[in-house]
């Protein structure tokens, strides 16, 4: 018991780069990497509650495997991923990250089968706090988008940004041409009755 309870906790007490010790804050970045999707999640202290309260058997397990395929079982059922045909990419894995200097939270690489993300799933630590807030950067190519999961909204549905900034175009032309149209006669006259003035 001392000994899983020990590599549990060697288990989650690494870091993502300098995040907050909050424990009820976790961190994604999601990108792609030839066929697969690799999500870096960083996660707080209350990674090893959450463990426990999703498996309680692992509290009286004394091998390192038994908390590995708990933390399996616990992403498989808690972060899922789909494509844009609703079919959900396979769970391949994943790899602990280095300690990077933080002691109060453990960075760990997951790795999803398939390139293409359409929708997010991610309810990950909300079955210990309904306060708990997944942060995710999605880094599709040049492109990112930041979205939050929780327990009252635990899906992100991923739509390209738009390619050309037509629309934002729309909007700063729009003023320009109402000046045109109805404010340049005013101007004009105002100018001219300035030239008379002189």
């Not at 060697?10 to 300098?18: A, D, I, Y």
């Not at 509290?59 to 933390?71: G, P, Y």
């Not at 293409?116 to 309810?123: A, G, K």
Request: with cysteine; glycine share 6%; proline share 5%.
């Amino acid at each position: 018991m001392r000994q899983l309870l020990l590599t549990i906790s060697l288990f989650v007490s690494g870091t993502f780069n300098s995040h907050a010790h909050s424990g009820t804050e976790a961190f994604f970045r999601i990108t792609s990497e030839q066929d697969r999707l690799v999500v870096r999640a960083s996660f707080p202290w209350t990674l090893r509650n959450a463990l426990l309260v999703f498996d309680p058997q692992l509290e009286q397990a004394t091998a390192s495997a038994a908390f590995e395929a708990s933390f399996k079982a616990y992403i498989k059922t808690h972060l899922r991923l789909f494509d844009q045909q609703g079919t959900p990419l396979k769970f391949l894995g994943f790899q602990r990250v280095e300690d990077e200097g933080h002691q109060h939270q453990e960075t760990y690489q997951l790795f999803f089968s398939g390139g293409h993300l359409q929708e997010i799933h991610n309810t990950l630590l909300c079955n210990i706090s309904e306060r708990q807030v997944n942060h995710h950067r999605l880094v599709t190519g040049s492109k990112e988008q930041i979205f939050t999961t929780g327990k009252d909204q635990p899906s992100f549905r991923y739509q390209e940004p738009p390619s050309t900034p037509w629309p934002y175009l729309l909007v700063l032309a729009l003023p320009v041409y109402l000046w045109i149209k109805y404010g340049s006669n005013r101007v004009i006259t105002g100018l001219k009755s300035l030239e008379r003035g002189s």
